[in-house]
């Protein structure tokens, strides 16, 4: 924001985001103002994407889209179109047309070509025969195992050993065990964080729920037991977030 004000001088602009919209109706308010003409640029988050009927808008712009494209998660390409494919349609709600300018390095990428063309049905086709190739969810299963601890280190060794405790009985299943690594976020209330993602063939026959018993794991309460003092242990099987 800074940047802008310094490049374009005289630009008025608003900040939208977390801190900005703190308080009661926080969003209405500072969305009525820049309605009403009091800047000429809205700056903000994710939260810019959904929900505001702006007429005057012809302009959306995404800085940095790679952050979102390459996201270590199953789901990111996927939620990152439908992230820009909402931002997309906050511009030329009007009677003007809009333009979306959207910055990347990756412009062959699959989201980027769909977002150009429009078409999701397309994409969501393409992403089902990657999966279903790769065995991946909804054709297969995946199990998050989530380490936290005061310590990077402790908390980064404990995950190590855990993965080899579990990797002969993951394998002999036909899974897999990818990491450990470090979460998304890394550090949480003062605890680190590191995580391990088991991947494998469901066994379940089709229509039915999955169940927690079909994952290859020795008992919850060995594994944590097994892990030194201060060390949690969460296991998310079929986890909506990796």
């Known amino acids: 924001m800074e940047q802008l004000a310094t490049e374009l001088e005289g630009l008025r602009l608003l900040r939208f985001d977390r801190d900005t ?42 800085l940095a889209a790679d952050g979102l494209l390459h996201r270590p998660d199953l789901r990111a390409s996927e939620q990152c179109l439908q992230l820009l494919l909402q931002l997309a349609g906050r511009a030329g709600r009007g009677e003007r047309p809009g333009e979306v300018l959207v910055q990347t390095y990756s412009p062959d990428h699959p989201v980027i070509r769909h977002l150009v063309d429009g078409r999701y049905e397309a994409f969501l086709a393409e992403e089902l025969a990657l999966r279903r190739q790769g065995g991946m969810v909804p054709f297969g299963r995946a199990c998050l195992l989530r380490l936290a601890g005061p310590s990077a280190s402790g908390t980064a060794t404990a995950a190590a050993a855990l993965a080899e405790r579990i990797r002969p009985a993951v394998e002999r299943a036909g899974w897999v065990v990818i990491g450990p690594a ?35 794991l020795p008992p919850e309460s060995d594994l944590r037991r097994a892990l030194p003092p201060g060390v949690s242990l969460t296991i998310d099987p079929d986890p909506l977030e990796l």
Do not use: C, N
């Open 21 to 62: 919209t703190r308080g009661r109706d926080g969003h209405r308010r500072l969305l009525e103002r820049f309605a009403a003409g009091e800047a000429d640029v809205l700056v903000g988050t994710q939260m810019l994407a959904k929900g505001m009927d702006l007429p005057a808008v012809t302009l959306a712009a995404v």
């Open 182 to 216: 470090p979460a998304p976020v890394a550090r949480v209330a003062g605890r680190s964080r590191w995580q391990l993602l088991l991947h494998g063939p469901s066994r379940v026959t089709e229509g039915a729920a999955p169940a927690e018993t079909d994952l290859p």
